[in-house]
T-cell receptor, first 109, second 115 residues
Framework: GQNIDQPTEMTATEGAIVQINCTYQ??????LFWYQQHAGEAPTFLSY??LDGLEEKGRFSSFLSRSKGYSYLLLKELQMKDSASYLC??????????WGAGTKLIIKP | DGGITQSPKYLFRKEGQNVTLSCEQN?????MYWYRQDPGQGLRLIYY???????QKGDIAEGYSVSREKKESFPLTVTSAQKNPTAFYLC??????????????FGPGTRLTVL
């Protein structure tokens, strides 16, 4: 079966750095997405990786290793507004998105 | 502004009643999707449509129906056959999958509660 694993919850301090990991086992691979979702709201797109390596976008970076079935989202200079759930999703060989359950990130002052 | 709208944001229905959730987009996207989100679980695909007048079942289509008569609209009906309909429903749209960074854009969601 297809599976996306990510930690259920993480806590970090304002101004610090946090890394959210995602491992996947899917039928084929056509890219990995990270989304941010505040409670009760729609997910919003953060990043897309299809090749191995690091993609940097401001305070957020995303890394992919296809051989290891592994990705991480790195958030720097954490702000209180970064408190949200972070969803990892992989596009499989049928171009369907397989979603992880999300990681709830709690930022403390 | 371009985007996706869903209405209503909150919906209450009695058990045994059918209910239709609306989804409209003005992004000129060909592909549209309906997901269900439950606490502690990832988004699960109910139905998707890659073109007008065509749609496909997702992983949990039982108890749901859709139509795609217009490019902009993809309404979802939750029927009385859906055994556990209380959930947060998200509609999304994208360019046709497989064309690169085909991120999905989401509407604000409808929280359905069946009493």
């Amino acid at each position: 079966g297809q599976n996306i694993d990510q930690p259920t919850e993480m806590t970090a301090t304002e101004g610090a750095i946090v890394q959210i990991n995602c491992t996947y086992q899917t039928s084929g691979f056509n890219g990995l997405f990270w989304y941010q979702q505040h409670a009760g709201e729609a997910p919003t797109f953060l990043s897309y990786n299809v090749l191995d390596g690091l993609e940097e976008k401001g305070r957020f970076s995303s890394f992919l290793s296809r051989s290891k079935g592994y990705s991480y989202l790195l958030l720097k200079e954490l702000q209180m507004k970064d408190s949200a759930s972070y969803l990892c999703a992989v596009m499989d060989s049928n171009y369907q998105l397989i979603w992880g359950a999300g990681t709830k990130l709690i930022i403390k002052p | 502004d371009g985007g996706i709208t869903q209405s209503p944001k909150y919906l209450f229905r009695k058990e045994g009643q059918n209910v239709t959730l609306s989804c409209e987009q003005n992004l000129n996207h060909d592909a549209m999707y309906w997901y269900r989100q439950d606490p502690g679980q990832g988004l699960r695909l109910i139905y998707y449509s890659q073109i007008v007048n065509d749609f496909q079942k997702g992983d949990i289509a039982e108890g749901y129906s859709v139509s795609r008569e217009k490019k902009e609209s993809f309404p979802l009906t939750v029927t009385s056959a859906q055994k556990n309909p209380t959930a947060f429903y998200l509609c999304a749209s994208s360019i046709p999958p497989g064309q690169g960074n085909d991120e999905q854009f989401f509407g604000p969601g409808t929280r359905l509660t069946v009493l």
